[in-house]
């Protein structure tokens, strides 16, 4: 009889928990999975589409601007994501009284109207940022946020997060400001940095500026304090839909927000009234469950199976665009597979490592997988 092994219960800093399989195999050997630390998988169960990295348009946006020379040479992932950041703050000056501005929400339009001195608001900003980084294939999206007080410093502000593989997270990225928040070494989402400053108005966090990442509590180059900057992200609100930039101006702009205690005993001021989306609440989709949203695109969960000297391993993952999964055993090089894997048992032990690769070439957190007739520990 075959037993199945569940191993969607991970935790990226935690160990992952497995139950044991054994069965008796060929020369008495007896094979399970050993425990292991894994990223954490998280379905995605609140948002609607993303991003489709086939559409000429993000190759145009590439070319026309030549942006792969934005970060010629560097091979760190995250540093490629702070270069791409710097570059659209340089291009793209500030004027956050153009109305109207040119453009009309199309992404080309908008650079070449920077590009030629015009200035824009952080809603230009978070178009431009979304469409540069998932040019390059990283799982960007578009969020709003804002202090929820009447008559302060954006009172309604367009940022970006976008899911960084080699920390295994999303973090809050602004182009406008060019900086990010770190707490420990780690870069932070939306809401981590909402919760520091809910907790103590941001005294345990850092603000990064630039891509030398230069740690500082008041930006020079607009006046205000890293306690101004992190209170924006009081009352955030990500919006459903992940693909402004290949289906614009069909966009719909639908919101999550999360629905805490916080949420639910306060009201999100914007300008001088209640935001807009409490009278339409078809456009405000409270969610409860933070895991929702924050999912865990590009990582993977395993469910193997052992019988005698044969093994089989279906991955899952939830990643847009993907193009296939990849496999390294016992230390060899990586190589295409499929989402199920039969296996020959022909060693004590096992080592496996896999990945998920989408169609721009990025690669996701690797999940590893041990089988082995060695106890368990």
């Known amino acids: 009889m075959m037993r199945i092994q569940n191993l969607s219960n991970i935790s990226f800093y935690g160990l992952c928990l497995i139950c044991a399989i054994q069965l008796s195999g060929c020369n008495g050997r007896e094979y399970h999975v050993i425990a292991v630390e894994n990223p954490e998988y998280r379905a995605n169960t609140a948002f609607n589409y993303y991003e489709d990295l086939n559409s000429p348009g993000f190759s145009q946006l590439i070319s026309k601007y030549q942006l792969d020379?934005?970060?010629?040479?560097?091979?760190?992932?995250f540093q490629r994501i702070l270069l791409l950041k710097e570059w659209i703050h340089t291009v793209m000056p500030i004027d956050n009284n153009g109305d109207p501005y040119p453009g009309d929400g199309y992404v080309q339009r908008i650079l070449d109207a920077a590009l030629d001195g015009t200035g824009f608001h952080c809603g230009h900003f978070m178009r431009v940022q979304n469409a540069v980084l998932?040019?390059?294939?990283?799982?960007?999206?578009?969020?709003?946020?804002?202090?929820?007080?009447?008559?302060?410093?954006?009172?309604?502000?367009?940022?970006?997060?976008?899911?960084v593989n080699s920390y295994g997270k999303w973090v809050l990225i602004d182009a406008k400001y060019n900086h990010y928040f770190e707490k420990d070494g780690i870069p932070l989402s939306a809401l981590e940095v909402r919760e520091e400053y809910l907790k103590n108005e941001a005294k345990d966090i850092l603000m990064i500026k630039g891509v030398h990442r230069v740690a500082t509590d008041f930006d020079q180059e607009f006046q205000?304090?890293?306690?101004?900057?992190?209170r924006t992200y009081t009352w955030i609100e990500w919006h459903m839909d992940n693909n402004m930039f290949t289906v614009w101006p069909e966009y719909q702009e639908k919101l999550i927000v999360y629905e805490d205690e916080f949420f639910r005993n306060n009201t999100w001021i914007w300008g001088e009234k209640p935001h807009w989306a409490y009278g339409k609440?078809?456009?405000?989709?409270?969610?409860?469950?933070?895991?929702?949203?924050?999912?865990?695109?590009?990582?993977?969960?395993?469910?193997?199976?052992?019988?005698?000297?044969?093994?089989?391993?279906?991955?899952?993952?939830?990643?847009p665009n993907r193009k296939c999964y990849q496999m390294k055993l016992d230390g060899g090089k990586w190589k295409d597979v499929s989402s199920r894997i039969e296996l020959v048992l022909e060693k004590d032990e096992?080592?496996?490592?896999?990945r998920v690769v989408n169609e721009a070439d990025v690669t996701g957190p690797e999940h590893r997988v041990v089988i082995s007739t060695q106890p368990k520990t």
């Open 69 to 77: 020379t934005v970060f010629k040479g560097e091979e760190d992932e």
């Open 134 to 163: 998932n040019a390059f294939g990283f799982v960007t999206r578009t969020i709003g946020a804002g202090p929820g007080i009447a008559g302060v410093i954006d009172s309604h502000h367009g940022i970006n997060e976008t899911w």
């Open 224 to 230: 205000r304090s890293k306690k101004s900057f992190a």
């Open 281 to 319: 609440p078809e456009f405000m989709i409270r969610e409860p469950k933070r895991e929702a949203i924050e999912w865990t695109p590009n990582t993977i969960k395993s469910k193997v199976s052992i019988e005698g000297t044969k093994a089989e391993i279906r991955l899952i993952s939830t990643t």
């Open 350 to 354: 096992h080592d496996i490592i896999f």
